[in-house]
């Protein structure tokens, strides 16, 4: 008996691996089925599919999408608490500071966590989601911290999410920098971003007008917020992220989940192959002042660095008083100071 009990403990890493894995597509948010189990969980965010999935849904982008300012439109599905999301950060920015020029990004809100009604796929209370968002960051080398799930756990994806679409209304660069804010927020600092308290902080730190974001938020975003959801029903959005890129004669190219980012540009390509890509200044305070928070990850994605000198340049910049770091214990973030 103490043999097999030995046994057991040793295998336990191995099934919950194997939970973690009943996720299908490309690195996303997601659930999905399988012959032994139906996984209707959109917390277990699949970190080798990458992917947080919504159940019971099939992509088949329809031809609704059409760019219209510049020769790519890309239609951005996410959530402020997915994971997969996250971890395409580094991807993301450099593909804004690459193909800026003939691309545009629309954000919509997919609708992650209704609430906790459901109880499957290994999930069935929101403890249960702590230890699988340290895996996750892991896996993507991005810094998450799951005690948010212990310490103060949200009932809801749908308050940030319709905080995003008040954001909007004002504007839709300041709505960006309102998303990495509250993610920083519920990865990082444990803050339950479903309460008033912290998307207030959030939006007064990009400078959003509070009285108009309060009246936005319970009034016109709630309509928004419905009308994302109603749409990414119409795409077939399944899981998140999902990326529709489309042409001036409405052809699209999806990526689905968390991709190198060779995927995301080979998208934008096939529809625009003369594009040419952005040379940029890969200086340290170029792409602090254009993104004023990155983690060892992201810093090595936009300025070239190898990743195993990315933390040591970002801790002499720190230092010397440039930079301010917070540390985690999958890993840390370093803001601009401005100076």
């Known amino acids: 008996m103490a043999q097999e009990s030995a046994i057991i403990q040793r295998m336990k890493p191995v099934i919950y691996l194997l939970l973690l894995l009943t996720m299908p597509g490309n690195q996303s948010c997601q659930a999905q089925t399988n012959k032994k189990m139906e996984n209707t969980n959109p917390l277990l965010c699949d970190p080798e599919s990458g992917v947080c999935e919504m159940p019971g849904q099939q992509n088949n982008p329809a031809g609704t999408i059409r760019s219209e300012k510049k020769p790519i439109k890309v239609v951005y599905y996410t959530d402020p608490i997915c994971s997969s999301c996250w971890g395409i950060e580094p991807q993301l920015r450099k593909l804004k500071l690459e193909y800026g020029d003939v691309m545009e990004i629309e954000y919509r809100m997919g609708g992650l966590l209704p609430d906790w009604s459901y109880n499957s796929g290994g999930i069935s209370k929101p403890s249960d989601v702590a230890h699988h968002w340290d895996e996750v960051s892991r896996h993507y080398d991005m810094p998450i911290i799951g005690d948010v799930w212990i310490e103060d756990p949200l009932p809801s994806s749908y308050p940030p999410s319709i905080a995003f679409k008040a954001a909007q209304l004002q504007d839709n660069g300041k709505a960006i920098l309102f998303l990495r804010a509250i993610r920083e927020m519920v990865f990082l600092e444990k803050k339950n971003i479903t309460k008033w308290e912290y998307l207030e902080s959030a939006a007064k730190s990009i400078g959003l007008d509070i009285v ?13 917020f419905k009308e994302d959801l109603k749409l990414g029903k119409e795409l077939g959005v399944r899981g998140f992220p999902t990326m529709f890129f ?14 190198p980012y060779s995927v995301y540009e080979g998208a934008l390509l096939k529809l625009q192959p003369a594009s040419v890509k952005n040379a940029y200044d890969t200086s340290w305070d170029y792409v602090f002042s254009t993104y004023h928070s990155l983690t060892a990850k992201e810093f090595a994605e936009l300025t070239g660095t190898a990743r195993n000198e990315s933390e040591r340049i970002l801790d002499e910049l720190t230092a010397s008083g440039k930079l301010e770091k917070l540390v985690t214990r999958n890993g840390a973030i370093w803001r601009d100071l401005g100076i």
């Not at 936005?216 to 928004?224: H, N, R, S, T």
């Not at 489309?246 to 991709?259: H, N, Q």
């Open 212 to 224: 108009q974001f309060k009246k936005d938020y319970e009034g016109k975003a709630q309509q928004l």
């Open 246 to 259: 489309t042409d001036v004669t409405g052809k699209t190219e999806m990526v689905y989940g968390s991709k």
